[in-house]
């Protein structure tokens, strides 16, 4: 397996991408993006848990179970949220249109949208965008990684090539999200994108087992979207024998493959949290089950004042081990050592429930370091889970703040 | 029933009160204090729910069970939380003190404390505190009130007196917190003193009910305390007849009293949120189910997105929609109205699922009051809840990155 680098979704094969700029964002910015798979895919999506879904992710959900998927469209700076049947009817009339002009069946066909919610989509722009975008679809690089940008600072993709059945098989990921997992442009998105040649019953499984050790870790506010979706697409043109069952090599390696992508993204739009200064791995080992390390985690990664505690570089442990007992995950707190480790270094603050004189120079320190580790033991089984944030600081009470103004 | 002004706990019949300065805080302020009743009385408390509870909250989990009460011990400065069997022993040792010179059972004496976690109780400051509470009880007024406060700006406190079977029953109720509900200085703990003549059953069932409508639903952070306590204290001697049963007047306009103190009080404290300048309340309403109305306030009220827009003064509905989806409440989002109000006026933003044009100056004024109140109609059936919290402001992250050091 090897990263391979300034790769972008269309130079896997039988792919082709059109980013163009549709007039959702100011200044020519990139805005609307179109995947095409040159033969019927396979494709599998995990959507936002939110009780309130928008209208492309209600639509995506009825096209995601027909058998074959031949393109994604996707515009940033409109939600299509919150906008009652006019949103819907909308949705669906952008997967007719890219399905006519392909040749293809509307169901073949996803829509996604992120931006403000609650304002019906201009038309104008998203059939002269499809248009557009249909006209220059390419299979030699793209930009859609910045076309699905919103407050985003940073770009996030990643391509990776494996070999399955002596065949190489490319894989690619990109997404966008920050300020994680925030209502209106901060939806977090995420395409990977695959010639591999397996069945949508096999990756629908990897897609679901990833999304929740990866995606579903990431913390930056506890905000659920209404547009988050997270989507794989497989084409198969690699020509590796067919990946249809479990127990065997190729579905392992390919799954490494997805998890190592995943991740990588997920990372990514921790570190990219809104006004973030510093990213946090939160390491929970030493469990009892799977779920547990999980919730953890997550708690630990979440809590508001951990993070604005770590903006300050202070190895609060108090706000740890007290985030983990409102998490409503069960633990022994008299077996737990709680620690952090940097490239500035590694200190244990907290063993066996009882706190540690520790260095406290140290500890600042190590806590001052871009990226921190939180690492957990509760000493009991041996589950673990990990899950990343980003420190609170007052940039982000400003950005959100001021958003929609 | 009629609010006095300028009152506190040792104007109740039979109470006497200390607050000195034993070394906690700096410059003198004040930082234990002692409540003793002069005839048995009877109890109830609830509290946290974090699986790591501090070394005075596990004790007090057996003292509650006692028939009788005579005193509470109180300090901040130091939560004695995360402290092992070291903590635990203090905690004991406090009460066997007071319990000692009271000539009474160490059952009979409650223990609170604090503060910083995890530092183990300085016992030669405890016991000389102790001392000076003992020595300065007094029955004509005192500054509790004062001496249990930590990172709260404002005094919380409150004083009813109601007339039951032809006597007057007074009842008095302080709380500290802020920054709702957060593990370090921001525990939430009150105390509501009466003399009403009650039996420990009817006390429990009130503090239980009272509790979940009100302190419960105060959220600034969402960060649950290892020390949070509500506790009631009755002590009969106002004489009236004793209340013993739910289906008499006495019961009724008892309740009523003990949630119009403990209301004032849990929206005290969500209005003196670390760092906050405007206080929410979020009132849903035209729900199914009691608890569903409860969910979703809460959840609104938590939202740190919400709580990001309100403090820019920004009419950001989607967030509420977003906020109550994600909530866990099941709802018809196609029934659902939002609104704001505030001295400024009242205005509509989204009606049966749909946004309404509005005029956003009229908006920006409303929420650019000191209180405004979120309003939500499910239309759907009776229930109805309110929960109450702030805005999300840079200070807020500045304290809490500063705190511990």
Known sequence: MEILENKSISCVKGFRVASIHAGFKRNEKLDMGLIVSDVPAVSAAVFTTNLVKAAPVQLDMKHIKNDTTRALIINAGNANACTGQQGLDDARSESERVAKALGVK??????????????????????????????????????????????????????????????????CGI???????????????????????????????????????????????????????????????????????????????????????????????????????????VYVYGADELEQARTLARSVAGSSLFKAALHGADANWGRIVCAMGYSGARFDQNKVDVGFESKAGEIEVFTKGVPLQFDEDLATKILSEDRVQVKINLNSGEAQAKAWGCDLTAEYVKINGDYRS
Chains 1, 2 share one sequence.
């Open 175 to 281: 997404a966008k999200g920050s300020g994680m997992i925030h209502p209106n442009m901060g939806t977090m998105l995420s395409y990977v994108v695959t010639d591999c040649n397996i069945t949508k019953e096999m990756l629908t499984r990897i897609q679901k087992d990833v999304t929740a050790g990866t995606f579903n870790m990431v913390t930056v506010d506890g905000d659920t979207s209404t547009n988050d979706t997270a989507t794989i697409v497989a084409n198969g043109l690699a020509g590796n024998t067919l990946i249809d069952r479990t127990d065997t090599k190729d579905y392992e390696c390919f799954c490494e493959a997805v998890y190592y992508v995943t991740e990588y993204l997920a990372k990514a739009i921790a570190a990219d949290g809104e006004g973030a200064s510093r990213f946090m791995e």
């Open 106 to 171: 509307p169901e073949e066909v996803l829509v996604y949208s992120t931006g403000v919610i609650g304002q019906p989509l201009p038309m104008d722009k998203v059939n002269a965008g499809i248009d557009k975008c249909l006209d220059s679809l390419r299979d030699d690089g793209d930009e859609l990684y910045k076309a699905i940008m919103t407050t985003d600072t940073r770009e996030k993709r990643i391509y990776l090539r494996m070999q399955l059945s002596g065949k190489d098989v490319d894989i």
